[in-house]
């Protein structure tokens, strides 16, 4: 077997997503990244199963594996018992790892991803507390977001949350003891590893595309570009 | 209208309720043998174009029985009307045929006469 | 004294096992759970591939009992069946204990319960059915109409319902529903010729004589359409009208549409009454629940008990032909056994 | 929507009775924090339960998880801490405030089944990285298991019900159950994946109709990377949009969601599909409400809806409150806990306020 295809293997998520598939569309017709990208599960799944390790490679290194939405609707239905979703997701972890991800403009997003959601995580201890979804990054969010940011004491309080505060209750602070066992867990199970290999490789792409990048924050001419740039070469052919 | 920085996806899905059947329907009345297509892909093997392009025939057969007019003009004039696939098709659906009346069909349209 | 052999079921296989047995000289009686013979076959009201009345096939079977004057024990629950030396004693409930040189059984199949694929929504919106009901439907007299009464103008087969699907536990094939598919969508044409129908299909497995004829002949002459997608989930719109989702695979996109209709072409599954009695008479069954037989080439009706024959679908799906070619098949090893032939003896070297 | 399910229907999910451990969501305590503080309340004040609310549990990093910056063994490590705070708390039920949250424990637990090499492997991270150690929980619920298992001790305490007064009539309710309720794994979701009924039983034990769409399984579209990214985010909001069309000739009264992130976009998505495509949802173009379930369980109760925080979507409630005949203070709508008005919020321009 050849080299992609192994490490495809040690990820537990591979080996339960894919048996035998018999190409019946079935993860196709209700998967919402088929209806609004070019992105079709079954023939992902197909491409794998070849074990080429050509054409595996150009999936990992494709905007194609990054259209999947995690809805998990194709475990739902899959009469062979495959998981496309979780598929993708052993391939995307690959990607990252060997750096492919930065060859398609959605794998670039990793990026900001990271610099993101990631951040938050080890910051606050939550992915997405309220003070961190910004109006200016966020204005789908409407009006009424831009009011709760600009009142935030006083909408917490109302609505009985206990605003970076210690002790329980909702968007409390998290204690720093409890923040240094997650960032300790990261350092163990891998995942300070992978937030070192997106932030390498992105420098690495922001300098071949002559791009301003930034060891922090979100203040910089790469990240801003993977945060809103979009081709439209993704949804309809 | 606020800038949000996206537009809203277009569906991809067929919605073949709401498909337009025009061409289907002159190809069936006027190269009926276009039924007894099975979707084999032996048409798109042995494709002279199809060496040298990505036009598939059978996905234009497809387009055509779904009512994807758009992909259909796109497809349709690809082809360059050696006709191998007719020879090559095991029921003997005249391929060549179809192409000439698509084409056909989809002037008619263009002047509103379909 | 005529060696006597107990069949189990009175479908198609039991019924023609049991002629052909009796014409062979041996005394026969056939245990039937209900009150008529003939199992599925009186439900289908015309047969594939050749369009012929499922009615003409029962009196062809009953007569050949009549001609025979094979015994009939009608609504018979077997209790026990005991291994006594060489014979089989069969106790059935409220009767006397039969005896038996030799068994077969020919228990059949149940159709698979289509409200297990609860994302289809049969039992659940009304113009799903099965193609047992269409059958029900064409038995009728009068103009075809859906269950919500209106004349269909879309219609659409779903293949593989309850096969080929790990989901409700079935990894086999049923054989026969692409072809009733085929069939089903003839008749529905012939009976409205305006109406458009649709196939959703992964493989068209038209493997039988005159099957692919059929399916030739069903897209010539009827113009039925063929999409090779499987369903994966059926809504109801605010009509009562049914939404199919499949992705249309040979263009590799997802598709959706809306019919009057949906038909599940559902498959086989071994019947209750074969797990019943495998139990009773320890025989083996195959993962899939079907009777496995000693050996899949040379010995298809041969159980792992000795004495115990098996015929017809509770060793796998199979069509009516393929019925009557096996209840003949084990009626020739049943025979060999009671005769003692040696052939019976011959030797598979592995 | 009850009398659809077949096969379920003598199936039900295992409900731990008391003596719970709480873990909070990223989205519902950032968006919908009065819900998770109503929840906590409902159990203790109204039905007499244990509930523990540990300060000292996280985010169990879903959302990076599914957006793929998070490895399978980090997440699997933070849920394993979740569990070995649980057991040094003295409990074994354990309830989850987050639909990701939930569908990632249930995937944990089940990959351990299947693979107890990578138990081990967890047990050892744990350790190594906390000197801590953990059980894997007897009995683990979403929190609207919890509200569904108790529906009908709400409903007897209910001061209204889902009936429209004017007509008199059911209110048509949409339900959303959220993709990590039950799609990954049917059997640990109250009535499977086809036709749950953790928000079906509610509605109907308050009085409601539930209206099945064809669009009803339909992921609202957050897709994790895809909201995440402002590139992506058409994605998102055309999913959201797929579904409103679906519903619409059903002229829902409300929807009522399972997961935060669902409710945060179903509500928000209505705002900026009008924004971009001057389209808006409901009646006289007010938008359709989108509820918590510990918030509908709020109305039905008679808490006060701006405690609830019903003000603070982008889609606002006070048609469907008075289609409830809830009485309500419009004075009280935008004050401080200490009763200090408040500024008012901008007004979208194409959603009637």
């Known amino acids: 077997m050849g080299k992609l295809y192994d490490l495809l293997l040690q990820d537990v998520r591979f080996k339960e997503g894919l048996n035998a598939c018999m190409n019946c569309g079935v993860c196709t017709a209700i998967c919402p990244a088929a209806e609004f990208y070019k992105y079709d599960p079954r023939e992902i799944i197909d491409t794998v199963q070849t074990k080429d390790e050509a054409k595996i490679e150009a999936l990992m290194r494709s905007e194609t594996i990054w259209y999947c939405g995690q809805c998990m609707s194709c475990k739902t239905r899959c009469p062979r018992g495959n998981t496309p979703a979780m598929v993708v997701m052993a391939l995307r972890s690959v990607s990252q790892k060997l750096g492919y991800f930065t060859d398609s403009e959605k794998g670039r997003q990793q990026f900001a991803i990271k610099r993101t959601v990631g951040e938050n995580i080890l910051k606050y201890g939550y992915c997405v507390p309220t003070y961190a979804v910004t109006p200016e990054m966020h204005p789908e969010q409407g009006p009424i977001w831009s009011y709760i940011n600009e009142n935030i004491e006083e909408v917490m309080e109302r609505l009985g949350a206990n605003l970076r505060k210690p002790g329980p209750g909702s968007m409390r602070e998290i204690h720093q003891s409890n923040l240094d066992e997650l960032d300790r867990i990261f350092e163990v199970s891998g995942g300070h590893n992978l937030y070192n290999d997106i932030e390498r490789f992105s420098e690495k792409k922001a300098d071949e595309m002559g791009m301003e990048f930034k060891k922090e924050g979100t203040d910089n001419e790469y990240f801003r570009h993977v945060y809103t740039f979009n081709s439209g070469n993704h949804s309809r052919e | 209208m606020t800038d949000f920085g996206f537009t809203i996806n277009k ?20 190269e009926p043998s276009f039924n007894s297509c099975i979707f084999c892909g032996s048409c798109t093997a042995t494709c ?16 055509i029985r779904r009512g994807l007019t758009e992909e259909i003009a796109s497809e349709a004039e690809k082809c360059m ?20 009346k698509v084409r056909e069909a989809l002037t008619k349209i263009e002047s509103h006469e379909l | 004294m005529n060696k006597k052999v107990v069949v189990i079921g009175g479908g198609i296989t039991g019924m023609e096992a049991s002629v052909q047995l009796s014409a062979l000289g041996y005394s026969v009686t056939i245990l039937e759970k209900e009150s008529q013979l003939g199992g599925h076959l009186k439900d289908w009201t015309v047969l594939f591939p050749n369009l012929r009345k499922g009615t003409e096939i029962v009196s062809f079977l009953e007569h050949g009992l009549e001609l025979q004057e094979v015994n009939v024990i009608f609504n018979s629950k077997i209790n026990e069946i005991k291994k006594i030396n060489k014979h089989y004693e069969i106790i059935v409930e409220g009767r006397k204990t039969l005896v038996a040189d030799a068994i077969l059984v020919a228990t059949g199949f149940d159709l698979f319960d289509a409200h297990r694929k609860e994302e289809f929504g049969y039992g659940i919106y009304e113009n799903v059915i099965t193609s047992y009901d269409l059958e029900k439907i064409f038995a009728k007299e009068g103009e075809i109409r859906t269950p919500s009464g209106i004349k269909p103008k879309r219609i659409g087969f779903i293949h593989c319902v309850g096969s080929r699907d790990e989901k409700v536990n079935n990894h086999y094939c049923s054989n026969v529903c692409c072809v009733t598919g085929v069939k089903q969508a003839m008749e529905l044409k012939t009976l409205i010729p305006d109406a458009e129908i649709f196939n959703f299909y992964m493989d068209m497995r038209m493997f039988d004589t005159h099957f692919e004829e059929l399916y030739l002949e069903s897209q010539k002459k009827y113009g039925i359409n063929f999409i090779r997608g499987r369903l994966s989930e059926a809504n109801e719109t605010i009509d009562k009208r049914i939404v199919i989702k499949v992705e249309d695979t040979l263009t590799s996109r997802p598709l959706k549409m809306t019919v009057d209709m949906m038909v599940l072409l559902v498959g086989m599954e071994p019947s209750k009454g074969t797990k019943e009695i495998a139990n009773l008479l320890n025989l083996k069954m195959r993962e899939s629940g079907f009777l496995k037989p000693e050996d899949d080439h040379t010995m298809s009706n041969v159980s792992n008990m000795p004495g115990v024959f098996f015929a017809g679908t509770c060793s796998g799906p199979m069509s009516i032909k393929y019925t009557f070619t096996d209840a003949r098949a084990a009626v020739t090893k049943i025979n060999c056994f009671l005769k003692e032939y040696e052939l019976q003896n011959r030797i598979l070297v592995n | 929507m009850e009398e659809k399910r077949n096969i379920w229907k003598d199936y039900q999910k295992e409900i731990a009775d008391d003596h719970y451990y709480y873990v909070r969501s990223c989205i519902r305590q950032s968006f919908f924090p009065a819900s998770e503080e109503f929840f906590l309340k409902v159990l203790k004040d109204e039905l007499g339960k244990d509930i523990f609310d540990d300060p000292n549990h996280t985010t169990c990093t879903g959302i990076g998880y599914h957006a793929d910056v998070v490895p399978f063994e980090t997440i699997m490590t933070v849920v394993a801490r979740h569990f070995a705070l649980m057991k040094e708390s ?3 039920n354990i309830i989850i405030s987050c639909v990701t949250s939930f569908g990632i424990y249930t995937e944990i637990i089940e990959t351990w089944k299947h693979f107890p090499e990578v138990l081990e492997k967890i047990r050892e991270n744990l350790y190594k990285a906390t000197k801590r150690e953990f059980d894997i929980p007897l009995n683990m619920t979403h929190s609207s298991d919890i509200i569904y298992k108790f529906r009908n001790e709400i409903a007897e305490k209910a001061n209204y019900k889902l ?18 309720y039950s799609k990954m794994f049917p059997k640990y979701g109250v009535g499977g994946a086809e036709f749950p009924l953790v928000l079906a039983g509610m509605i109907k034990a308050w009085g409601g109709d539930v209206i099945d769409y064809p669009e009803r399984r339909h992921c609202c579209g957050f897709g994790f990377r895809q909201y995440l990214v402002q590139a992506n985010r058409g994605y998102s909001a055309a999913n959201s949009k797929k579904k409103f069309e679906s519903m619409e000739p059903y002229k829902p009264d409300l929807v009522l969601c399972n997961c935060p992130g669902c409710t945060m976009f179903m509500d928000k998505w209505q705002y900026t599909i009008s924004e971009l495509e001057g389209k808006t949802y409901g009646e006289n173009n007010q938008g359709v409400p989108v509820l918590t379930y510990e918030e509908l369980a709020g109305l039905v109760l008679g808490y006060n809806p701006w405690d609830l925080g019903l003000q603070f979507h982008q889609i606002q409630s006070e048609p469907l409150l008075r289609k409830m005949g809830i009485d309500f203070s419009p004075e009280d709508k935008y004050k401080t806990r200490s009763g200090i008005q408040m500024p008012m919020p901008e007004c979208p321009a194409n959603i009637n306020f």
């Open chain 2, 11 to 30: 569906p991809r899905v067929i919605d073949y309720d709401n498909t337009d059947k025009r061409v289907l329907k002159y190809l069936l009345a006027h």
């Open chain 2, 48 to 63: 002279s174009a199809g060496n040298f392009t990505d036009f598939n025939i059978r996905k234009l057969k497809i387009f």
């Open chain 2, 81 to 100: 009307l050696c006709g191998k696939c007719f020879l090559v098709c095991p029921r003997g659906v005249n391929n060549r045929n179809i192409i000439l």
């Open chain 4, 90 to 92: 003295g409990y074994k």
């Open chain 4, 163 to 180: 009936i429209n007064q004017l007509t008199g009539r059911p209110l048509n309710v949409v339900e959303h159950i959220g993709c990590h």
